[in-house]
């Protein structure tokens, strides 16, 4: 007859029951421990416009005379931007050339109708530029005053970041001035668009 052990039954029983526990500490042991979290990186760009004017053309003259100078505008505005001129000389007379010597004597802020001094009037100076796109100074000498005058403006699709450069034609026509050097001094003024 088949007998049944109680004692070997409970026996597998608890080695099964200790097996089990030991494999289930086991595989809680060898599972790391983590952590996981998100970082932002942010970049802020800052809008930016810059202005690099060579300094100054001088003019020998004869009767008329003409020079040039760049003026080169830097921005990563895709809108692009407005570059405008000023005279800021004494009071009455902010875009003349005054007399060094003298201090009285001055060559008048004028105009022509071309990028040329032959246009000029007696005694003025003017400047302009084939790229000019405002309406005093586009392909012909324009007067500066003591105000703001629109020089060039663009409306770029792509950032400048390397800088457009504009060539300024400055034209003047002597006529009865005494022999003297004659300065002027432009305020040049970039803005974004």
Do not use: C
Request: proline share 2%.
């Amino acid at each position: 007859m088949l007998g049944f052990n109680h004692r070997a039954a409970f026996a597998v029983s608890a080695a099964l029951f200790t097996v089990s526990l030991l494999g289930g500490l086991a595989v809680s042991s060898a599972q790391a421990a983590n952590d996981t979290e998100s970082a932002t990186v942010s970049v802020t760009v800052e809008p930016f416009v810059s202005i690099v004017v060579a300094q100054g053309a001088t003019i020998s003259t004869g009767n008329t005379a003409t020079a040039t100078g760049n003026v080169t505008v830097a921005t990563n505005n895709a809108a692009g931007y407005q570059l405008s001129v000023k005279g800021t000389g004494g009071t009455s007379h902010e875009g003349d050339l005054q007399g060094q010597t003298t201090g009285t004597e001055y060559i008048a802020a004028g105009a022509s109708t071309d990028l040329t001094a032959d246009n000029l009037s007696a005694g003025t100076w003017g400047l302009g530029s084939a790229a000019a796109t405002g309406s005093d100074f586009a392909n012909k000498l324009g007067a500066v005053t003591g105000s703001d005058k629109v020089f060039k403006s663009t409306s770029s699709t792509a950032p400048l970041p390397a800088g457009d450069t504009t060539s300024v034609t400055y034209g003047v026509n002597v006529q009865n001035q005494s022999p003297q050097v004659y300065q002027g001094s432009l305020l040049w003024t970039a803005i974004t668009n």
